[in-house]
């Protein structure tokens, strides 16, 4: 009876190969068939069509950091803005102004952690 068992997993397991193996086969057959076409699916020009150019973007940029020789750990960091302006109403000068603030602080981050590289593992093009 446990051997009647055991073959009756063995089989089903098997079964479930088959029924994988087959579904595969059938989605590579019909993929070969009617290709996928990702321009239909994304609005994409057609190859070899000139696309315009978008507007040009002025991402905030650290400038500058003022160091305090009285406090060596105390820093004021110079930041260009860019292009984030603020709009029209309160809603979106606000969120532009959450946007600069992330954006600054993750600036400050990267700098900062740019500080504990030693500078033999810098690795600067000429």
């Not at 051997?3 to 089903?12: I, P, S, T, Y």
């Not at 150019?53 to 305090?68: A, D, R």
């Not at 959450?98 to 810098?122: C, G």
């Amino acid at each position: 009876m446990v051997a009647v068992l055991r073959k009756g997993k063995g089989m089903g397991l098997i079964f479930l190969k088959r029924v994988v193996s087959g579904v595969t086969l059938a989605a590579f057959l019909c993929s070969s068939v009617m290709p996928a076409s990702a321009q239909s699916i994304l609005a994409l020009p057609e190859p070899g069509a000139r696309v315009a150019l978008s507007q040009p973007m002025n991402p905030p940029v650290l400038k500058g950091i003022k160091v305090y020789p009285s406090n060596p750990f105390r820093f004021d960091f110079i930041l260009d803005k860019g292009d984030t302006s603020a709009g029209a109403d309160l809603a979106s000068a606000k969120r532009s102004n959450d946007n600069l603030r992330l954006d600054s602080i993750r600036l400050i981050k990267y700098f900062l952690a740019s500080l504990t590289i030693p500078e033999k593992d810098l690795w600067v093009t000429h």
